[in-house]
């Protein structure tokens, strides 16, 4: 079993930052692929990056470029790093982990094991 525990969301002005983490416990990262993930109101959780132990990444079309997704295995914990927030960003965060070896690119739902309790991110305008 893993338990993921995300944290860094908050309220930000729009061209502002933010890192999410997401700390990992009951077992290590490794064979892991990692993702991030949002839920907007009223709307359905949706992917937003991904990345495999080895490091390959995928992001969603609408973050390319303003945010980057990063690990450190060493201290089981996977980041999201958030620049130029918009509005349109404004959700609930969720990690989620993909104990499927650690080398696939995932971004579906159902893809993922295990999810963290989310952290809200609000990008006022």
């Known amino acids: 079993q893993v338990q993921l525990a995300e944290s860094g969301g908050g309220l930000v002005q729009a061209g502002g930052s933010l890192r999410l983490s997401c700390a990992a416990s009951g077992r290590t990262l490794s064979s892991y692929t990692m993702g991030w993930f949002r839920q907007a109101p009223g709307k359905e959780r949706e992917f937003v990056a991904t990345?495999?132990?080895?490091?390959?990444?995928y992001y969603a079309e609408p973050v390319k470029g303003r945010f980057t997704i990063s690990r450190d295995n060493a201290k089981n914990t996977v980041y999201l790093q958030m620049n130029s927030l918009k509005p349109e960003d404004t959700a609930v965060y969720y990690c989620a982990a993909d104990w499927s070896g650690g080398l696939r690119i995932a971004i579906r739902e159902y893809e993922y094991d295990y999810w963290g309790q989310g952290t809200q991110v609000t990008v006022s305008s």
């Open positions: 990345i495999t132990w080895t490091g390959s990444i």
